[in-house]
């Protein structure tokens, strides 16, 4: 069983997908080949990005437009210590609920 976390305050909301897609900016250096890894539009990344960007005080990622070499997107130290805060969030929540979570997973029916 596998416990997600979700934070939200007001209509900032913070999850294992927009983290997702920031840890794979992160390895990508670009937003195009993260929405591809995580099989999803361009567009939709792009806009979870600026979302991510609006959302808190200071901007998660950077990026410069294409030309002859192309454009890039990279994480700030922000943007990473944002993945690293929400990673711990879930680590410890994971381990203090992984005895009810264990007892849960054993009251799933089988087929």
């Known amino acids: 069983m596998k416990l997600f976390i979700r934070c939200v305050e007001g209509e900032v909301r913070l999850g294992p997908g927009k983290i997702r897609l920031l840890e794979m900016i992160g ?19 792009w806009l979870l990005v600026a979302d991510l960007n609006q959302s808190f005080s200071q901007p998660v990622t950077t990026t410069r437009t294409g030309g002859k ?12 210590s944002l993945i690293a805060r929400y990673r711990s969030i879930e ?10 979570l264990e007892a849960l997973s054993a009251e799933i029916a089988r087929s």
């Open 69 to 80: 070499g192309g454009g890039f997107a990279e994480l700030t130290p922000f943007g990473f």
């Open 91 to 100: 680590r410890e929540a994971e381990a203090a609920v992984a005895e009810q």
């Open 27 to 45: 390895a990508h250096r670009s937003i195009s080949e993260a929405a591809r890894a995580m099989d999803m539009s361009y567009r939709r990344a």
